[in-house]
C-alpha cells in the first residue's frame, strides 16, 4: 500500500470525518457519542498501522476486532432500554443525509481498484450498486423530510432496498478478502481493507450507514405500534 497516492488515504479519511461529524449531529451534538467514535478511530490507526489485520491466517482472523465490536455495540443499543431511549432520539432527516457519504466511499472503492488493492467485483463497475445509495439520498431527504411530498412507505422501500444494497457489496468484500473462506477475486483480492485508514471503512463507516437504515425502520415500527393504539382507543 505504500505506492498508493496520498489522495486517496486523504479523501477517505475527510469522508470518514464527515460520516462521524453528519451521525454526531444526529444525536444532538452527544458528547458521549464523538467521543467514543473518535476513540474507536484513533484506537483503528493504530492497530490498522501495526500490520495486525495483513495476518489473514490466524484463527480467529484479527479481521473480527473490525467488525465485531461494532456489531456488538449495534445489538447493545438494540437490547437495552438505554440503548433504545438513544436510538429513539436520533435525528431521522439527519440520518438520511449521511447515506451521500456513499458517494465518495464508492469513488475511493474506484480509486483503490485502479490501484489494485481492491477487485472489481467492489466497485460500480462490477458488483456493486451503492452508490446509487448516495445518489439518492438527497431526493429521499428532500422530499421525504424537508417538503414531505412522500408517503412514508416510499422511504421505508428506500431504506429496505440501500440496506440490500449494503449488504451485498459487503459480502462482496469479504468473500474476496485474502481470509480461508475466500471466494471471489483471488487475481486481485481485496486488500486496502487491511491498511489504515481503509479498516475504517468496516470498523466505522459501514456501521454508523448500517445502524442509520435500522433506526429509520425502528422509528416506522414505532409509528406503526402508535398509530395502531390510537385508533384501539378510538
Known sequence: ???????????????????????????????????ILLGWLVLQTFIGLSGFY?????????????????????????????GRQYLDSLDAKTLTILHTIRIPVEIVLFWLFINKSVPVLMTFEGRNFDILSGLTAPIIFYFGFVTKQLDRKVILIWNFICLALLINIVVVAILSAPFPFQQFAFDQPNIAVLYFPFNWLPSCVVPLVLLSHLVIFRKFINERRSSINGSQHL
Do not use: C, H, Q, R
Open 1 to 35: 500500500m505504500e505506492n498508493l497516492p496520498a489522495y486517496i488515504s486523504i479523501v477517505f479519511v475527510l469522508t470518514t470525518i464527515l460520516t462521524v461529524g453528519v451521525f454526531y449531529k444526529a444525536t444532538n451534538n452527544s458528547k458521549a457519542t464523538i467521543f
Open 54 to 82: 495483513t495476518v489473514t491466517d490466524s484463527i480467529p482472523p484479527g479481521f473480527m476486532l473490525l467488525v465485531l465490536p461494532p456489531m456488538l455495540f449495534i445489538i447493545g443499543l438494540f437490547t437495552t432500554k438505554k
